[in-house]
């Protein structure tokens, strides 16, 4: 379900990043609506540190929730008179062994490295001057650019192709 925020639309990141492209070029970075752009932008990025175990373990533990049946665990159980080990322990056994697993391969990759620094500076950017909001928001497209896999179904060099010519043919005007 896609969500209007202030003139984007949640979770349709072309059109923001065309916006602010087409807003850079018009020379009116003060009419951007930073706010509502980095709000919809935030979520792909922490989603991503999650699932890769880079956040929290109970943040960890919601996104594979969302993912994933764990029903198949039942077979597991234990239930006597003298133990009790029921579905959940056995779901946080196997949750915390892929959280650990997640986050001793990928937290030493400078992409997730990266994306950690760019979620902080995303929860932290109230205050910032126009400046540091485009250098922030150039990070995202950075980092986009760089993956391939925050926004889904985004690719930098495509709609940075599309807008170039665009502007070429209002110049032609």
Not at 38 to 57: A, D, V, W
Not at 83 to 101: H, N, Q, S, W
Request: net charge negative; hydrophobic share 35%.
């Amino acid at each position: 379900m896609n969500v209007e925020i202030e003139g984007f639309c949640e979770c349709d990141y072309e059109s923001i990043v065309r916006n602010f492209w087409m807003h850079s070029v018009t020379n009116r970075m003060n009419e951007f609506d930073f706010c509502a752009a980095f709000k919809s932008m935030r979520e792909p990025i922490r989603s991503k540190l999650s699932e890769h175990g880079l956040l929290t373990f109970e943040e960890f533990c919601e996104n594979e929730e969302n993912f994933f049946d764990y029903s198949c665990l039942e077979q597991f159980t234990v239930n006597t008179n003298y133990i009790c080990i029921d579905i959940e322990a056995i779901k946080k056994g196997v949750l915390k062994a892929k959280y650990d697993a997640f986050r001793d391969t990928f937290e030493s990759y400078s992409t997730f490295n990266d994306l950690k620094g760019l979620l902080c500076e995303l929860d932290n950017y109230h205050g910032a001057t126009i400046e540091e909001k485009i250098i922030l928001f150039d990070k995202i497209i950075h980092s986009q650019h760089e993956t391939g896999d925050i926004f889904d179904e985004l690719n930098i060099d495509d709609l940075r192709e599309e807008v170039e010519n665009e502007i070429h043919e209002l110049i032609n005007l």
